[in-house]
């Protein structure tokens, strides 16, 4: 099971391209895709859930080119898009037996694996209720649900937890984490919190090309050396801020503990920190040079 993106981009109206010179090959696991918003993660997404084809480059499944051949991943496809949308009318049984029937999954085996899936998002005692009640957290389990109808091997999804409260943002890393295993899962964010504890690997995306890719322990080790903590005056910080990348500061008794990103000590008294992959996401999206994965 491979997926392969090679020097793919994407152009729209104006030349504004959405992605650039991407490259990138995956096999089963859970990739983190982070950058801010607008980086270009959903373009990539949609490149790769066959709704749009590239402009420039090649994207393949299996040794199968996606854009003539799309259907050969189709079939194999769980997507939930970041505006995932619902029928607030109809029961969560009901949707997902709607979306079975698009899907154009056999009848009995459908009732099956929905059953299964009920479970798995923990939503059986709520199947039977209208979805317009639902939470948010909620909604995006039957979201879920709905990506693994067909039991995909390609599994994306688009800025999950955007707008879940803590305690479903929880709930839904650790549902991702159960449904890897012998699967390709895209968790695409721009929230480090989320993919920490799930991504077997990590690709940073900043204005449509790809940054760095790796392991979560790479990506660390790209920053040690880099990460500092000071304990500074108060009234030292607006020009702190202007000088360092900040990853994190806290007031104390005795000043502002600072945590920040910089090739050199910031200055005396500054002592290295243990870094993070906040620490990491910040400085490639800030400092490095675009094409710095090469």
Known sequence: MKLSIQDAGKRYKGNVWGLRHFTLELGPGVLGLLGPNGAGKSTLMKVLATITKPTEGTVEWNGHDLVGEPDALRQKLGYLP??????????????????????GLDPRAARQRIEELLVLTNLTEVRKRALGGYSGGMKQRVGIAQALLNDPRLLIVDEPTSGLDPEERVRFRNLLSDLSGERIVILSTHIVSDVEAVATGIAIIRKGELLKHGAPEDLLRSVEGRVWEWV????????????????????RSDGVHARLVSEKQPGPGAAPADPTLEDAYLYWISSAPAAAHA
């Open 82 to 103: 970041q505006d995932f949308g619902v029928y607030p009318n109809l029961s969560a049984q009901e949707f997902l037996e709607y979306m079975a029937a698009v899907k």
């Open 232 to 251: 500074v005056p108060s009234a030292s910080l607006p020009d702190l801020k202007q000088q360092f990348l900040l990853s994190g500061t806290a007031r």
